[in-house]
């Protein structure tokens, strides 16, 4: 298993160029495990109470003209 040190040692090996790539990457990955807010867990279940009908197949279809 990898620990902070190892990984930033990794970090330290990267060339210039990929800093950007590894920060958004890194960005992401923390993004992901931000706590989900009580607004937007309420709003969710709201729409798990109520589910749409959706859009069939033929519909997307014929709405692009296809």
Do not use: C, N, W
Not at 11 to 20: G, H, N, S, Y
Not at 38 to 53: F, G, T, V
């Amino acid at each position: 298993m990898l620990d902070k040190q190892q990984l930033h040692h990794l970090v330290d090996q990267l060339p210039d160029a990929e800093l950007t790539a590894a920060a958004r990457y890194l960005e992401f990955l923390l993004s992901h495990e931000a706590p989900v807010d009580p607004e937007m867990l309420a709003r969710i279940d709201k729409a798990r109470a109520h589910p749409s009908a959706g859009i069939s197949h033929d519909d997307v279809l014929r709405e692009f003209g296809l």
